[in-house]
């Protein structure tokens, strides 16, 4: 997970990119906004409606950990792979 914050008209937005396997039921994803949304309000004191969340999926087939992708090590459920 990465982050970073930009300015939009003179307020601080902060920016939080996540990036994992694909295969979590969109209720899932959708739980994993709420609470990414939420620390970042609390911690650093963001207002709500600026704090910007991007999910990106990536096949896994497109993932590899040493040169082996999540596909070839088969049976990996996508909370397993996203932490390697």
Do not use: F, N, Y
């Not at 990119?17 to 709420?34: F, M, N, S, Y």
């Not at 970042?40 to 087939?61: G, L, M, Q």
């Amino acid at each position: 997970m990465s982050g970073s914050r930009a300015v939009e008209s003179g307020v601080d937005v902060p920016l939080v990119e996540i990036t994992l396997v694909q295969g979590r039921t969109p209720q899932k994803l959708r739980a994993l906004i709420h609470e990414v949304h939420a620390a970042v309000v609390k911690t650093i004191d963001a207002r709500p409606e600026s704090v910007r969340v991007i999910v990106r999926e990536v096949p896994a087939t497109h993932w590899a950990a040493g040169d082996v992708t999540m596909a070839e090590r088969g049976g990996t459920s996508p909370e397993a792979a996203a932490t390697e």
